[in-house]
């Protein structure tokens, strides 16, 4: 019995510990932001585990990789509500997702995007996971976690669906950047 008890507290102080931890990430976590618009990748980009902990922070490791999900108003959050108009890419491997046009705050504490059809970048899976089913947001070039998609939530948006995305999967490139520069 006392075991038992024993392996119930540990499992929740490690739980505890284990989030945190993501939570502590999280709070120094800030949107990528550059001038240049980013080249598209032309085809699947497949990288392991070791590559993709070389480019990506460890929170967007965490998110992207792991289909993890950042603290509710953390500081991205923040910075994501200040940007201006502009264009979103994925931080993992530059392919073009959403656009400030379909940004709206649904006060959820996530980045928000009512429409994705523009983009043949942003993927839709089902997602089964923690008892519940709900429909994975996926970059589609390099298959990263970005969020989720909710429908009929009575939002007053041309289309009644919020995608909510967590802002560490996003680059942000300002409305007027420059063209990315052409392969040589
Ligand atoms: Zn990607």
Same mark, same amino acid.
């Given at each position: 019995?006392?075991?038992?008890?024993?392996?119930?507290?540990?499992?929740?102080?490690?739980?505890?510990?284990?989030?945190?931890?993501?939570?502590?990430? +999280?709070?120094?976590?800030?949107?990528?932001?550059?001038?240049?618009?980013? $080249?598209?990748?032309?085809?699947?980009?497949?990288?392991?585990?070791?590559?993709?902990? $070389?480019?990506?922070?460890?929170?967007?490791?965490?998110?992207?990789? !792991?289909?993890?999900?950042?603290?509710?108003?953390?500081?991205?959050?923040? !910075?994501?509500?200040?940007?201006?108009?502009?264009?979103?890419?994925? $931080?993992?491997?530059?392919?073009?997702?959403?656009?400030?046009?379909?940004?709206?705050?649904?006060?959820?504490?996530?980045?928000?995007?009512?429409? $994705?059809?523009?983009?043949?970048?942003?993927?839709?899976?089902?997602?089964?996971?923690? +008892?519940?089913?709900?429909?994975?947001?996926?970059?589609?070039?390099?298959?990263?976690?970005?969020?989720?998609?909710?429908?009929?939530? +009575?939002?007053?948006?041309?289309?009644?669906?919020?995608?909510?995305?967590?802002?560490?999967?996003?680059?942000?490139?300002?409305?007027?950047?420059?063209?990315?520069?052409?392969?040589?």
């Amino acid at each position: 019995m006392k075991k038992t008890w024993l392996i119930v507290m540990t499992a929740s102080l490690g739980l505890l510990v284990f989030t945190s931890i993501a939570q502590e990430q +999280g709070k120094k976590e800030v949107m990528k932001t550059q001038e240049t618009a980013p $080249a598209q990748p032309e085809k699947k980009v497949e990288k392991t585990s070791e590559e993709w902990k $070389a480019i990506l922070t460890p929170e967007q490791y965490r998110v992207l990789r !792991q289909a993890g999900t950042e603290p509710a108003n953390s500081p991205v959050y923040k !910075q994501f509500k200040e940007q201006g108009g502009g264009t979103y890419y994925c $931080a993992g491997c530059n392919a073009e997702l959403f656009s400030s046009k379909h940004k709206f705050d649904s006060h959820c504490g996530w980045p928000s995007f009512y429409d $994705a059809s523009d983009n043949k970048n942003v993927v839709l899976r089902d997602d089964l996971s923690h +008892g519940m089913i709900r429909t994975e947001v996926l970059c589609g070039k390099c298959d990263g976690h970005l969020g989720h998609l909710f429908k009929g939530e +009575g939002f007053d948006t041309p289309k009644d669906q919020r995608y909510c995305i967590n802002g560490v999967t996003l680059l942000f490139v300002p409305e007027g950047g420059k063209k990315p520069e052409p392969k040589k």
